[in-house]
């Protein structure tokens, strides 16, 4: 689980077993140390794009990671960087130092981000935690109006998720919570507290067909909306959101009519799907909803 072997092989030696005690030797076959990524692609929300990633997967004796990662498109260019510290004793715990830049632009603003965080993630029990602390310096460029910011976000995520395969799924679900906030009085430009929570779940209704439905909420308190950047804004529209939208087309609009995001969001979606052969199908599906 920890991807570090490609094999362990647990052998007992029964013919040396003293009062009971049976030695064992254990055999692994590592995996090797560097895993490289590179993809090309089309999407609605991206346009052509290209990403590519390199992963060390043994830094030390101690299994630290480094993971590094490009996304170039047309609409939204990302480079990451994650330092990762196995702890405890499940292969989900860890600790996380990151570092991210993101550019973005879309019909109606524009954006530009970096950050560094810290985050410990746990599975205590059967929830996988997120704590984490990120700083993030954002310039926001709208149609009427220009936004300088930096935020220092502590927060907290939930996910937790029951399937028969992650890949593709048949019957199960996944449940999602992020909550997280900055105060002016902690190096920060603007106050708010922000909730956002997804649900997805899958149903077979015959041996190639499922019911799979989605449904997303978002919330943010803020003292002055307008001081918030278009990353901590709610948007919605696109492939991954109300389909047939264009990306980020819907949101509250400002004087002129350009989409500038809102407090609140909501998305539901519903949709049955035919596996047709190996991993491709067809679907008919309906979407709804909007930000205020």
């Known amino acids: 689980d920890l991807d570090y072997f490609q094999t362990v092989e647990i052998l007992p030696q029964r013919e040396q077993m003293i009062e009971h005690h049976i ?7 590592p995996r090797p140390l ?29 299994g630290h990671k480094l993971l590094a990662n490009a996304r170039l498109s047309e609409i939204k260019n990302v480079l990451g960087a994650e330092y990762r510290i196995p702890v405890g004793h499940r292969s989900t715990d860890s600790v996380s130092l990151t570092a991210d830049s ?6 109606d603003g524009e954006n530009f981000k970096y950050g560094v965080g810290a985050s410990l993630n746990r599975t205590p029990g059967v929830w996988q935690r997120r704590v984490y602390l990120q700083y993030e310096h954002e310039q926001s460029t709208l149609p009427l109006q220009e936004i300088n910011s930096d ?5 907290v995520s939930f996910n937790r998720g029951e399937t028969d395969d992650p890949i593709h799924t048949r019957e199960g ?24 929570t997804t649900l997805r779940a899958a149903y077979p209704l015959a041996r190639k067909l499922r019911l799979y439905g989605r449904a997303e909420i978002g919330s943010t308190w803020a003292a002055q909306f307008s001081e918030l950047p278009i990353s901590q804004r709610f948007y919605a529209g696109g492939d991954q959101s109300v389909r047939g939208y264009g990306y ?25 799907d035919y596996r047709l052969f190996g991993n491709w199908g067809a679907a008919t599906f309906v979407d709804a909803g909007g930000v205020q």
């Open 23 to 29: 030695p064992i030797v254990i055999r692994t076959t």
């Open 34 to 62: 560097h895993h490289y990524e590179l993809g090309l692609g089309y999407g609605t929300d991206t346009g052509a794009r290209i990403t590519s990633g390199v992963e060390f997967r043994r830094l030390n004796s101690s």
């Open 102 to 107: 993101t550019r973005e632009k879309f019909d």
């Open 151 to 155: 935020l220092v976000m502590p927060g």
């Open 173 to 196: 679900w996944n449940f999602y919570a992020d909550g997280h906030g900055a105060d002016r009085h902690l190096i920060s430009t603007a106050t708010f507290i922000q909730v956002h």
């Open 248 to 272: 980020h087309a819907l949101g509250p609009r400002d004087a002129l009519g350009n989409v500038v995001g809102g407090r609140y969001l909501t998305v539901l979606s519903l949709e049955a």
